[in-house]
């Protein structure tokens, strides 16, 4: 089955530093991805849905790379700030059936 | 108004005990999801259901029972708690490509 490796588990960066986070995945058929933040003692969060045609998605203060060929997701927090201090998962689905979780990161931004 | 909510949010259960962890949605959602977090290992899949009246095992079932009565309510039932146990449970709801998660419970077993 799926499999899905998130890197690093912990990152600390300055306020305005980038944070760069990666997932790798085996399953070529997996067609969703998903990014997820967790605050300390609170539920998940849904960052960004992405799907399998789009390689570049850009949120609010972040960007998501998909690369398939290298089974790749990256989730990258620019000019990061305290309040995107927490947890960050990666998840992959292949539709309907539950999500494949990386074993997260955890965020810290100092001022 | 929260769309996948759980109860209770903090259990004491002693070893060998009966403990059943409770999740309603409003969402609507034919889908149906119980996960476990534990550090180092992120979230894991220990039951789901694609509707009322069906369950089915996820990645880490052993210890664990699931009850779907209704589009609505989906239940976790550990009969017999051990101490492996403790952790903290999400609930989740979705369809097809989306899933949204309650606030968890924290539970521990003695």
């Known amino acids: 089955g799926e499999q899905v490796e998130q890197r690093p588990p912990h990152l600390s960066v300055r306020e305005g530093d980038s944070a760069f986070i990666t997932c790798t995945y085996t399953?070529?058929?997996?067609?969703?991805f998903f990014w997820y933040k967790q605050e300390p003692g609170a539920s998940l969060q849904l960052l960004m849905k992405v799907f399998s045609s789009t390689e570049i998605n850009e949120g609010q203060g972040f960007t998501v790379l998909l690369n398939k060929k290298d089974k790749r997701l990256s989730l990258n927090l620019t000019a990061a700030h305290p309040g995107d201090s927490a947890a960050y998962f990666c998840?992959?689905?292949?539709?309907?059936?539950?999500?494949?979780f990386g074993t997260g990161t955890t965020v810290s931004v100092s001022p | 108004e929260a769309a996948v909510t759980q109860s209770p949010r903090n259990k004491v259960a002693v070893t060998g005990g009966k403990v059943t962890l409770s999740c309603n949605q409003t969402?609507?959602?034919?889908?149906m999801y119980w996960y476990r977090q534990d550090t180092g290992h992120g979230l894991r899949l220990i039951h789901y259901?694609?509707?009322?009246?069906?369950?089915e095992k996820g990645d880490i079932p052993d210890g664990y029972k699931a009850s779907r009565p209704s589009q609505e309510n989906f239940s976790l039932i550990l009969e017999l708690a051990t101490p492996s146990q403790t952790s903290v449970y999400f609930c989740?709801?979705?369809?097809?490509?989306?899933?949204?998660f309650g606030p968890g419970t924290r539970l521990t077993v003695l």
């Open positions: 989740a709801s979705g369809d097809a490509d989306e899933q949204y």
């Open positions: 399953d070529p058929n997996s067609y969703y």
């Open positions: 969402n609507n959602h034919n889908n």
């Open positions: 259901s694609y509707g009322a009246g069906s369950t």
């Open positions: 998840a992959v689905g292949q539709g309907g059936r539950a999500l494949i």
